[in-house]
């Protein structure tokens, strides 16, 4: 009688279809939630400053406002001008209260300032009186 | 003689999947790699303008006056009138009018200063410790 030995060998088996389902999944999220972050925040200089804090209270609503170089303003990916701004924001305040709504300015650092003052005006002729600006950290 | 089939299969994939496996983790550590990431943003917040000029102001004190003018070249500060030479030198201005109170700042900028520095006098503002800080309407002086 001839023991015959076996060893027995485990492979283990491991889907790998689910884990290229994974991968793939996690490219087109990331992919979709970059597009989107896109549409807010346009690519701009912005001014350094050091005293600049993390945005708090990410609850409020908010109008990002992105003013480029030469003036041209983008709200949520739209061109807008200062009057179509004040429009916006107007009909956002029949939503809301001025308290809730936070206003972001974006705006290049070599933005002169009379392009981002007549926004700041549109802004105090509706009540709102706070505005936050965007800033980098201040590296000198 | 019993014939016995062995019915299993062993399954061979018919695409080669560990090819394409390298493939997309390739992809994925290539695009790691080559990704830049912005500086933080953070936020500076500020009064706005007000348009009807205010009153009386919470204290008694006459508001701290910051002027900015000049162009994308060159750039001068004064602080209550007195030119300051650089940021440095308004900041050591502020922390000055700082140690009497809290007393309020409008910021006031000529039409082609640039946004920076506007937005560095605001920075500096709090550098120094003035929490009331407002940039400065077209209807004040």
Redo the contacts between chains.
Sequence with gaps: MRLRKRIQLHSYQIGIAPLIDVVFLLIIFFMVVSQFTQMEIEALDLPPAAQGERPSDPLKKQIILNVHQEGRIQIDGQDHSVDSFEHLLQSKLQQTTPEDLRILIRADRQTPWRLVRPLMEACARNAIHQIHYAVTEDTD | MRLTRHTYRTTR?GLN?GA??DV??L??IFFMCTTSF??????????????SGEAARRDDYSPIHIQ?SG??EKVYITCDAKPCETFAILLAELRMRRDIDDIPVIIA????????Y???A??KC??ADLTQVA?S??SEE
């Design positions: 994939p999947m394409m496996i997309v983790f992809l994925l912005r500086p933080l943003e953070e936020i500076l917040s500020a009064d706005l303008p007000r348009l900015l162009d994308a900028g000529e039409p082609e200063v640039p946004y920076e506007m937005v560095k605001r920075d709090k550098a940039f309407a077209q």
